[in-house]
């Protein structure tokens, strides 16, 4: 029998918490793609975990109070390498919160029975998800019925902290939105409203049951129609063990990130290699965002020969980890490092450089702190930009 999620799981606090910190440091909202697996819920018959091992925050222009997401040429990339890893996209996540008392960090409660849990048009933007990733299904017409892609809010609690509800739609949200027969209310957000028909489109009429004051079973046509019958709630949790798909204790920055001023390129590659005081390189690498930098950075991509990488990291296997880095890509990403400055400390010796440090110098290539373009040696100004070298 076909069934929604049951439950979706975090990790750990970490993956949480850094998603939270783009809403502490600028007000913002934020939106990010939770990517996992999907296992088994034991303490539920026949149940279903999403168990998120890493959030992917997509281009996208946020504000205090709204978010819109941007075309992102890096989203077939990151599909690609969570495959690889053994991972998919299995829903998203968003920010709604409003500071109360900054100097406690408390956050306003908002989302409740008196106002919403979802809005309308969070309810048509999840059943556009859910449609895009419907559950494969043999018995199915169309091979597809239902989907497991979930929606976690990052909100306000009765307790005035931030809590992570989750939720899906109901496959009756999901037709109406792939129909194009659902719209929000502007001044109800908890309202939604099924269209007319019109000489472009036919759309049957829809309703839904509710009781009168006398406790009698009503009909009404869904014009509006209150979106907590479209909704489905699902719990969501953090292990009392914290759980870790990517094990390293250092944070490469998070993709996307430029107005906090945390850029993905090699000058913070080679901060983030100097910081890390692990042996392993396994442990090193161990990082999404630092993967996804590595296959889809414009100076040297690594697209076609990081499969082994993400094997050993998907099977923990440090032999692996230690064969690639001994390849002769490694050993172009250690020069460009060293180029840019940056370099590990003494104490890493042959750790994660897999090598001696190579000082810049006037002799050899080094990239633009502005638009990260390598550049030839005994030039001054960028070759891409014409900004300064210094």
């Not at 040429?73 to 409003?98: H, R």
């Not at 060293?338 to 440090?357: E, F, I």
């Amino acid at each position: 029998k076909y069934r929604h999620v049951d439950n979706i799981m975090f990790e750990n606090h970490t993956i949480a918490d850094r998603f939270l910190d783009f809403w502490r440091k600028t007000g913002s909202q934020r939106m990010g793609y939770l990517y996992g697996r999907y296992t088994e819920h034991k303490d539920i018959p026949l149940g279903i975990r999403a168990e998120v091992a890493a959030i992917y925050e997509p281009l996208q222009n946020a504000t205090q109070n709204s978010l819109e997401l941007l075309d992102d040429p890096k989203a077939a990339a990151v599909d690609e390498i969570a495959a690889k890893l053994g991972l998919c996209k299995v829903g998203w996540i968003f920010t709604d919160l409003l500071s109360e008392d900054t100097r406690i960090g408390t956050v306003r409660y908002t989302r409740n029975k008196d106002s919403h849990y979802l809005s309308a048009e969070e309810c048509i933007t999840a059943g556009y998800f859910q449609n895009q990733h419907s559950n494969p299904c043999k018995l199915s017409r169309d091979g597809h019925f239902g989907s497991k892609f979930v929606t976690v809010v990052a909100t306000g609690g009765p307790d005035n902290q931030v809590h992570f509800e989750g939720y899906q739609v109901s496959n009756q949200c999901m037709a109406l939105v792939r129909d194009e027969c659902l719209l929000p209310c502007k001044d109800a957000p908890e309202l939604g409203y099924a269209k007319e028909s019109s000489p472009e489109q036919y759309v049957p009429d829809v309703f839904y049951k509710d009781k009168d004051k006398f406790g009698n079973d009503v009909t009404f046509l869904a014009r509006p129609l209150p979106v907590e019958y479209l909704i489905i709630d699902i719990t969501t949790t953090f292990p009392k063990d914290p759980q870790y798909t990517f094990c390293s204790t250092q944070r490469f920055p998070i993709e996307n990130r430029d107005i906090l001023g945390e850029t993905q390129d090699f000058h913070s590659l080679a901060t983030y290699l100097s910081q890390c005081t692990s042996s392993s390189f396994l442990d090193i690498v161990s990082d999404f965002h630092l993967l996804l930098f590595l296959v889809t950075n414009e100076v040297m991509p690594l697209r076609d020969s990081i499969g082994l990488l993400l094997d050993a990291v998907k099977t923990s296997n440090e032999d692996l980890a230690q064969t690639w880095k001994k390849s002769e890509q490694w050993a172009t990403i250690e020069q460009l490092c060293s180029t840019v400055g940056g370099q590990p400390s003494s104490s890493l010796g042959y750790g994660a450089m897999g090598g001696p440090s190579v000082p810049a110098s006037s002799s050899a290539m080094w990239s633009c702190l502005h638009c990260t373009f390598m550049n030839q040696p005994g030039t001054e100004h960028c070759e891409m930009c014409s900004l300064p070298r210094s």
